[in-house]
């Protein structure tokens, strides 16, 4: 059975840096297209990042451009969310989310939450101003 655990999250000051580490644990990691997710209180889940099976190719949302890198390691079944010049609205639950690919997206990623077959626990990024 495939679990995903997140790590990272913390309370900082903004400005700051989180780095989140999400471990995929019972499947065969290069399968999966990979994403993260946040949800701030009384908002709805929305996509920050998402990432292509091979790492090639990655997305961002507007709000995080030049702020926020993906990153996946295959050999360590681990996916990766670098948080830079976190501001305050950057508050949120942040979730992992993995997708099974096929070998025709092995190059692309996928931003519909709907795609996403298995989640996290989430873990919470507070930042203050």
Not at 20 to 40: E, V
């Amino acid at each position: 059975q495939v679990q995903l655990v997140e790590s990272g999250g913390g309370l900082v000051q903004a400005g700051d840096s989180l780095r989140l580490s999400c471990l995929l644990s019972g499947g065969t990691f290069s399968i999966y297209r990979m994403g993260w997710f946040r949800q701030a209180p009384g908002k709805e889940r929305e996509i920050v990042a998402a990432i292509s099976r091979n790492g090639a190719n990655t997305y961002y949302v507007d709000s995080v451009k030049g702020r926020f890198t993906i990153s996946r390691d295959n050999a360590k079944n681990t996916v990766t969310l670098q948080m830079n010049s976190l501001k305050p609205e950057d508050t949120a639950v942040y979730y992992c989310a993995a997708e099974v690919g096929t070998y025709y997206t092995i190059s692309s990623y996928t931003t519909k939450k709907d795609s996403y077959n298995y989640w996290g626990q989430g873990t919470q990024v507070t930042v203050s101003s």
